[in-house]
């Protein structure tokens, strides 16, 4: 389906590239205004461009979503200049996070969880005071496999997802009655900064449909979930990841490997 959210302000958090790059061109394309915040100016700046360049609208604010002091200035311009926001997508995080927790360190998990935690809170709270005073809005949280089982040497950083889901459901509690929806996504395995065909084909064995997933696969269920047809949804994740969080077992030491499937024509 197409969704449309003309004259609707959207804030799209870690938009300079990847999954949030692909986020912030979908709503642009589907009628919104697009705040592109990134840590990186230029890398904000340039999606805006891209936005405008294709008759979207779009406004480029930097800021380190984990520092409270810039996320506060960001939405002091954004509501100097629109007067509101419909829309927040908590995208942003670190991602090459992988450290064993025998060699962590404070610096490591505190960096991670302001990063990928504490940045949902400082966005999520200034948003929330403008969606409830309308009695309207949506925040999207971006979550992962991680929230609920786990990644080798990435304690943090699970850490930090796990914090967000149960967050997003503390705040669908605390927002409901205001007539805001909380609810987030759950992506797979996404190429979302180039994969070599030979990565690619080799993560694809592990998850059912045999392939990883484009930016584009998420981008959709994000428009899906801020529009009205997901109006009765909130305080639950939605969850495209190809079947991977499925499985009791990866393809490759199944019982019952792929091998074994019956050729059907």
Not at 98 to 109: G, K, N, Q
Not at 192 to 209: L, Q, V
């Amino acid at each position: 389906m197409t969704y449309r959210f003309d004259q609707k302000i959207v804030i799209v958090t870690g938009a300079g590239a990847g999954i949030g790059r692909s986020i912030a061109h979908h709503f642009g394309a589907a009628g919104a205004t697009v705040i592109v915040n990134d840590i990186h100016a230029e890398n904000a700046a340039l999606v805006a461009a891209e936005i405008c360049t294709a008759n979207g609208l779009a406004l480029a604010v930097p800021a380190d979503a984990g520092n409270s002091v810039q996320v506060n200035a960001l939405f002091d311009r954004v509501l100097e200049t629109y007067g509101t926001v419909d829309v927040l997508v908590n995208n942003a995080g670190l991602t090459n996070t992988e450290r064993h927790i025998l060699e962590s360190d404070a610096a490591w998990w505190d960096e991670i969880l302001a990063s990928n935690l504490h940045s949902v809170y400082y966005f999520s709270v200034r948003a929330a005071q403008v969606m409830a005073r309308k009695r309207r809005g949506v925040i999207i949280n971006m979550s992962s496999g991680g929230a609920t089982r786990a990644h080798r040497g990435n304690a943090a950083y699970d850490a930090a997802k796990g914090g967000i889901e149960a967050f997003t459901r503390a705040l669908a509690l605390d927002l409901g009655p205001y007539g805001v929806r909380v609810c987030g996504i759950v992506p797979g395995s996404i190429d979302s900064k180039g994969m070599s065909a030979d990565m690619k084909a080799a993560r694809g064995e592990t998850i059912p449909i045999l392939r990883v997933g484009e930016v584009s696969e998420i981008s959709r269920p994000v428009l899906f979930l801020a529009s009205d047809d997901a109006s009765y949804i909130s305080g639950s994740f939605l969850t495209v990841d190809g079947g991977l969080l499925s499985q009791q077992r990866s393809a490759q030491v199944d019982i019952f490997p792929i091998s074994k499937f019956p050729a059907w024509n």
